[in-house]
């Protein structure tokens, strides 16, 4: 029997501008770094043309692109600027990933690709690999289209295999599993986005991680 090699994340070929929506935020808890563990967030988009076109990986499923950051909210942190660029606002109060995703789940934007080589690490042809990063968010001009993320599950829906059984991380998404059998729960746009709370001793929902 041969071992199954882990599935490689698909990057675009070339940078330049997109079109993307966000489809998750994802906890990545102590995260080793060269300053030590740090608590990271990672904010998921799937990518389409200026034109309105989906740009779709091998297997002819939507492309995505991840973007991290420091999961720290300060004046000068580069998620609080991200954050202002992609809402092209002030962010409201928020001390969890999950406030987080109600907020951006859903909202699109302008991107800019770069392409920068990894020479630390090759392709499967033995070529230096390469980074694709978000290098700046701008909003959508009028009549301007953007991916849906239709079909996209969040990670945090996602099955987990723990003693041969599979769990999940939320009650909501081993229901919805439950009631549509063979399948995983979808993408869904949120229909009401956070809004910041009155007083600043807001509740953690469960299985988030403070910032």
Same mark, same amino acid.
């Given at each position: 029997?041969?071992?199954? /090699?882990?599935?490689?994340?698909?990057?675009?070929?070339?940078?330049?501008? =997109?079109?993307?929506?966000?489809? $998750? +935020? =994802?906890?990545?808890?102590?995260?080793?770094?060269?300053?030590?563990?740090?608590?990271? +967030?990672?904010?998921?988009?799937?990518?389409?043309? %200026?034109?309105?076109?989906?740009?779709? $990986?091998?297997?002819? /499923?939507?492309?995505?692109?991840?973007?991290?950051?420091?999961?720290?909210?300060?004046?000068?942190?580069? %998620?609080?600027?991200?954050?202002?660029?992609?809402?092209?606002?002030?962010?409201?109060?928020?001390?969890?990933?999950?406030?987080?995703?109600?907020?951006?789940?859903?909202?699109?934007?302008?991107?800019?690709?770069? /392409?920068?080589?990894?020479?630390? /690490?090759?392709?499967?042809?033995?070529?230096?690999?390469?980074?694709?990063?978000?290098?700046?968010?701008?909003? %959508?001009?009028?009549?301007?289209? *953007?991916?849906?993320? #239709?079909?996209? +599950?969040?990670?945090?829906?996602?099955?987990?295999? =723990?003693?041969?059984?599979?769990?999940?991380?939320?009650? #909501?998404? *081993?229901?919805?599993?439950?009631?549509?059998?063979?399948?995983?729960?979808?993408?869904?746009?949120?229909?009401?986005?956070? =809004? *910041?709370?009155?007083?600043?001793?807001?509740?953690?929902?469960?299985?988030?991680?403070?910032?």
């Amino acid at each position: 029997m041969e071992f199954s /090699k882990p599935k490689s994340f698909e990057k675009p070929k070339e940078g330049g501008p =997109v079109v993307g929506t966000i489809v $998750d +935020v =994802v906890d990545m808890p102590n995260v080793q770094t060269q300053y030590g563990l740090k608590n990271k +967030v990672r904010i998921m988009w799937v990518i389409g043309t %200026l034109q309105g076109q989906p740009i779709l $990986d091998t297997e002819g /499923k939507p492309m995505t692109v991840a973007e991290f950051y420091t999961a720290i909210l300060a004046e000068n942190s580069n %998620l609080s600027k991200a954050l202002i660029q992609i809402l092209n606002a002030q962010p409201p109060l928020m001390n969890s990933t999950e406030q987080m995703a109600q907020l951006l789940i859903g909202r699109s934007s302008n991107l800019f690709l770069t /392409k920068t080589p990894n020479p630390k /690490k090759l392709d499967a042809q033995g070529n230096p690999d390469y980074y694709i990063n978000i290098a700046g968010h701008s909003p %959508l001009t009028p009549g301007q289209v *953007a991916p849906s993320g #239709q079909g996209y +599950v969040r990670e945090i829906n996602r099955p987990k295999t =723990v003693g041969g059984q599979q769990t999940y991380a939320t009650p #909501q998404a *081993a229901q919805q599993a439950q009631q549509q059998p063979g399948q995983q729960p979808s993408f869904q746009q949120p229909q009401n986005g956070y =809004v *910041a709370p009155q007083n600043t001793q807001a509740t953690l929902p469960p299985n988030t991680r403070a910032f």
